[in-house]
């Protein structure tokens, strides 16, 4: 029996028909190199985790022990992205995870992906965008002397964890969350060649600015501040063993850019080979610097200070360099700018793999006739997105797209194994070191440990989600599915 024969449910798609749409015109330019991925991930990967989070998880969760959450984050990203290779240099089209699962765990696994990734980007763009705020009101009040109105600067709304509901802030609207969502909308409809352009100069920039705060902020870094390393434990996920876990869980956001990397296969020069060139090139480079500057974060400035929406501006200033303050501060406006490109670049690709299939309407798969970019789906994100920014805060944004991100992480991992099981024949650009069952079964364990050490309330919030989208499936996707209808015609046949 083919998987074509099977229950519409869990037949998947073609390994081979997957391999040969990827060589089919379909509209997209490829104009990407693996120069141009390794900074699109860079560009994703710096950004929102380590200019904001970074003080967050310390403040919060893990004290200086952040270093080891980022630790545990990069590790257990590590195995992922070591999986997402292997799929991205195999299965060569867009779609990231949602792509992967439709060709290994079949069409409903496949929905439920596809429906946790348009959260991990929308959501995560969104996220982004409320970090940019923060950076920007603190750079025009500190450096230029410029104060924004608070009212017009902040979210109305933000989840008290302790009440367990949303609460008022007194503010009406994020504004300037708004408007960096709708430049990089603008930006992405221009196309996709001209986004990248733009993103290597910004990412130039950021990485630069993370370098001089490591070279000029060590030389004030206060080893009083670094004890106890790990703080007493106060409860669960606040400090001790309990709280570097829940601070991993709040990190892992960070990770996701290699994830944004995979979704633009069929805007690649060389798939096969330049797409685990980006993938695992980005996530070593940026693992490496996120250790770094949470280590010297929180020895310039203890922890207890760093819930800030700037705690990396706030470490420059500790200081007392201007400059240094003010470099800071541009560079975390100019990355967190970086990634808001990625990150809806990413979505509507997931939009237009899934229209494909049929699982959206045909308006996703729309592309514009002289830019060559999915511009429906492009705005439609953005406008959701500048939604999401504008009305809430950026904890309950960011742990959402967390716990979304390592679903989505574990399922590409069990992909690996069921292929390595079904289909040991298909070319492999790339393959997991250490056997077929090692890596993929430490990615499925970590994400998922992970995913519980995030607190029942982010648990819930992803369950509803997806139970949104399961019932989106079966009123629309389930009865246009091509695929369904393939295999219901089969069954027919016989």
């Known amino acids: 029996m083919t998987s074509r024969t ?16 990827s060589e089919r015109p379909h509209g997209l330019k490829r104009t990407l190199t693996a120069t141009d991925l390794v900074m699109l991930g860079i560009g994703a990967i710096i950004g929102t985790g380590i200019f904001v989070l970074t003080g967050h998880a310390a403040a919060a969760n893990a004290g200086p022990a952040v270093v080891l959450s980022f630790v545990v984050a990069g590790i257990a990203s590590g195995f992922a992205g070591l999986c997402y290779a292997e799929m991205a240099s195999m299965i060569p089209v867009s779609g990231s995870a949602y792509t992967y ?7 409903l696994v496949a929905w439920i992906i596809g429906w946790d990734l ?13 970090g940019w705020s923060g950076y920007v009101v603190s750079f025009l009040h500190n450096v ?30 994020n504004v300037p969350a708004v408007f960096i969502t709708f430049l990089a909308t603008v930006i992405l409809v221009v196309g ?19 370098l001089l705060f490591l070279m000029f902020a060590t030389k004030f870094i206060h080893p009083a501040n670094w004890h106890p390393f790990i703080p007493e434990n106060q409860g669960p996920g606040r400090f001790g063993f309990s709280g570097i876990m829940r601070g991993a869980s709040v990190v892992f956001f960070a990770y996701i850019g290699f994830d944004a990397v995979s979704t633009t296969a069929q805007e690649a020069k060389n798939p096969r080979r330049d797409l685990p060139i980006g993938i695992l090139g980005s996530l070593a480079i940026c693992t490496v610097l996120y250790i770094l500057v949470s280590l010297v974060l929180t020895g310039v400035v203890p922890y207890q200070l760093l819930s800030v929406p700037h705690p990396m501006g706030l470490g420059a200033a500790a200081t007392g360099m201007r400059w240094l303050e003010a470099a800071v501060e541009l560079g975390a406006i100019a990355g967190l700018s970086s990634v808001m490109v990625v990150m ?19 308006f996703a798969t729309r592309i514009h006739p002289r830019f060559g970019t999915p511009y429906v789906t492009t705005i439609l994100a953005g406008g959701f997105c500048a939604l999401c920014g504008a009305l809430f805060d950026i904890g309950v944004l ?20 069921i292929l390595r099981r079904t289909r040991p024949d298909i070319p492999r650009g790339f393959s997991v070191p250490g056997g077929p069952y090692f890596v993929p079964l430490c990615g499925v364990a970590t994400s998922l440990y992970i995913i519980y050490e995030a607190g029942w309330q982010t648990q819930l919030r992803l369950i509803g989600w997806m139970a949104i989208g399961l019932v989106i499936y079966a ?8 695929l369904r209808a393939e295999t219901a015609a089969a069954r027919h046949s016989r």
């Open 101 to 107: 699962s439709y060709a290994t765990m079949g069409e």
């Open 398 to 417: 960011g742990h959402l797209v967390s716990i979304g991100t390592l679903f989505a992480f574990a399922l590409v991992s069990m992909g690996v194994l």
């Open 6 to 21: 099977r229950h519409p449910l869990f037949a998947t798609k073609s390994v081979d028909q997957l391999r040969a749409d």
């Open 118 to 130: 348009i959260l991990e980007y929308l959501v995560g763009a969104a996220t982004v965008s409320v």
């Open 144 to 173: 230029v002397g410029v104060s924004l109105p608070a009212e017009w600067t902040g979210p109305p709304f933000r989840f008290d964890d302790v009440q367990g509901h949303f609460v008022s802030t007194g503010a009406v609207l």
């Open 344 to 362: 809806l670049m990413g979505q509507p690709r997931v939009f237009f793999s899934m229209a494909l299939d049929g699982l959206f309407p045909k």
């Open 475 to 482: 009123a629309y996707g389930r009865r246009h599915s091509k």
């Open 192 to 210: 996709i060649k001209e986004s990248a352009r733009f993103n290597s100069v910004i990412v130039a920039i950021k990485v630069m600015v993370v």
